[in-house]
């Protein structure tokens, strides 16, 4: 029986490797492929401008940011356990209803409210000399 | 985003490769119930052994040549300096192994002191930058990088030049349209980027303080190498051959274009020797060359009229005839 338990551990040894191994690789992939890391920056905008950079690190308790624009309003909560459109006077709700933020930036049409996350902006140049 | 950052599988490699591959001679177990229960044990643990390391094997070797969005690039130390082939298209991991393959064979015939066709055609171009630049370039002075074992000679200011043109035309040579070739700061960029342009190759600010952009400028390369010599960054490692001491130029980053990356390596550090004006005269005079990027000490930017139209600068720069 001894040697049965000794090679049930070596295959939990070895898938593990491999899952390690794995994980490393599809983790890098997915780097490689996205253009850059995902930063701790929120950004919101109006209108297509930038309003305010909030970083998520920076914060010890949840913010709530209020966009006014053309007699519309916006309310953000930004904390680190999550962002998400808090309150919004917009018809269709769906800004609301997106909850938290994701890879896909809230957005609130009518109002013209993007929340998204900042990216490290892909590099402008394809090598670096000197 | 440049294709030089793939680096966390890439770098892990080598080791992990050395780390996994006994996994098949891995000493079977010592416990023996029963003949015919070990030989079938045995028989289990040996497909196992070598279903994993056949995966870990594939799964490594796809990390040494990763795969890239649009093709593969592969990541390396060589001469010194880490290195990364990059070209897209669909047989692309295997022209990029084949090149990286062809810089780690220079590479060791180089550390070696071996003789080689291609050890010969590095010092015959030695010999001849070094008539053309009226000894500015010249290997028989030993500096401090790369000096080739019992040769007496330094094949620092050319050898990875020689080695990113030999990468280039095995890229090629293996149907290779579109690749970047990065040897530790000798560029040599092949034919167009998958989107059809071509490949844009930042020259980085020696004085990056309070400057607007990180880079003096961005090159424009289709099927030219650009090679970039200067101090600010390594610390004086270019003697004059003339004087024997730290060349003092008052250039502080040289870039030179052209379609032989070795050429432009040995230029680019005959420049900083020859200083600006002595440089363009060179460049008017010959055709080995492109042209070149010039910073000064004082960070003034000249470039020259052959790179006019493929250079591009977010600061002011004087274009010298």
């Known amino acids: 029986m001894k040697s049965r338990t000794e090679l049930n551990r070596r295959i939990i040894f070895w898938v593990a490797v491999l899952a390690a191994v794995s994980v490393a690789g599809i983790c890098s992939y997915l780097l490689l492929v996205s253009g850059g890391v995902k930063s701790e920056t929120v950004q919101i905008l109006q209108n297509g401008e930038i309003i305010r950079e909030i970083d998520l690190r920076s914060l010890a308790e949840p913010v709530d940011v209020t966009v006014e624009a053309d007699g519309r309003l916006n309310v953000v909560r930004v904390s680190r356990d999550g962002v998400y459109m808090l309150e919004a006077d917009c018809p269709d709700q769906i800004c609301v209803r997106q909850g938290t933020l994701g890879a896909v930036p809230i957005v609130c049409l009518p109002n013209r409210v993007t929340v998204r996350f900042a990216y490290a902006p892909p590099s402008a140049v394809d090598a670096e000399l000197g | 985003m440049p294709l030089g950052r793939a680096k966390p599988s890439i770098a892990l490699c080598s080791q992990a490769r050395t780390g996994n591959a006994p996994a098949g001679a891995e000493p079977l177990g010592r416990a023996k119930p029963s003949p015919s229960r070990e030989t079938r044990l045995r028989a289990r643990r040996r497909a196992y052994a070598s279903f994993i390391s056949l995966l870990c094997t594939v799964l490594l070797c796809a990390s040494c040549a990763a795969k890239t969005a649009n093709g593969a690039a592969v990541e390396f130390f060589a001469m010194d300096t880490v290195m990364t082939i990059a070209a897209n298209g669909a047989d692309s991991e295997a022209a990029v192994n084949g090149a990286r393959d062809a810089v780690l064979a220079l590479g060791s015939e180089i550390t070696d002191g071996a003789s080689s066709a291609d050890v010969d055609a590095i010092l015959s171009l030695a010999e001849e930058m070094r008539g053309l630049t009226g000894g500015a370039f010249d290997i028989r002075y030993p500096g401090s990088e790369n000096a080739a074992a019992g040769s007496g000679f330094d094949l620092g200011g050319i050898a990875k030049g020689y080695a990113a043109d030999l990468a280039a035309d095995s890229l090629r040579s293996a149907g290779v349209t579109s690749a970047l070739i990065d040897l530790g700061g000798n560029i040599y960029a092949v034919g167009v980027k998958p989107d059809g342009g071509p490949w844009r190759v930042g020259i980085r600010n020696p004085f990056p303080d309070g400057a607007d952009s990180p880079y003096a400028g961005v090159l424009s390369l289709t099927d030219l190498s650009a ?95």
Not at chain 2, 237 to 243: F, K, V
Not at chain 2, 273 to 299: H, P, Q, Y
């Open chain 2, 227 to 321: 090679v970039t010599s200067g101090e600010y960054e390594r610390g004086a490692h270019i003697i004059d051959p003339g004087t024997g001491e730290a060349a003092q130029s008052g250039l502080a980053s040289i870039t030179v274009i052209g379609e032989s990356s070795a050429v432009c390596d040995a230029l680019a550090t005959a420049f900083y020797v020859m200083g600006l004006e002595k440089s363009l005269g060179l460049l008017r005079d010959t055709d080995v060359a492109l042209g070149a990027v010039f910073v000064s000490n004082g960070g003034a930017i000249t470039i020259t009229r052959g790179v006019a139209e493929i250079f591009t600068s977010e600061s002011a720069y004087e274009i010298a005839d």
